[in-house]
Every structure is written in C-alpha cells, then in structure tokens.
C-alpha cells in the first residue's frame, strides 16, 4: 500500500468516526431537550386517563378493510 493511500484510508476512517460520534452527541443533546421541554401535566382532570389498548372506529375501520 503506498504512503498516499494509506494516508487517505487513516483519513476517512477518522472522518467517520467523528461523523459517528457528532450523530450520537447530537441525539443526546436532542433527547436531553424534549424532556426539559415537556409540557407539565395538570392534574385538574378529575376522569382519570384511559389507558392500555382500545378500539376506536378508525381502528375497526381499518380491521374491516385489511381483511383478506
């Protein structure tokens, strides 16, 4: 392998690895901002929210539909 092409190999593989590390940092950053950003819940409500699954008529729409 001659000097200039091991050279640029080195080269591209550090490019990468700062290019990957950047992504991961970002995205840390990223999801570090949305929870100090979140909206506070109020507990106001006095029906408690429904949780779990439930069938709502687009969802049954779409059962009708997809079947084959």
Avoid at 1 to 23: I, Q
């Amino acid at each position: 392998m001659s000097r200039k092409s091991r050279t640029y190999t080195d080269d591209r593989r550090t490019f990468l690895k700062k290019l990957a590390a950047a992504g991961g940092a970002t995205a840390a950053v990223t999801m570090a901002g949305h929870s100090a950003f979140a909206a506070p819940e109020t507990g106001t409500s006095s029906e408690p929210k429904p949780q779990g699954y439930r069938e709502t008529p687009h969802i049954n729409t779409y059962y009708r539909t997809a079947r084959l």
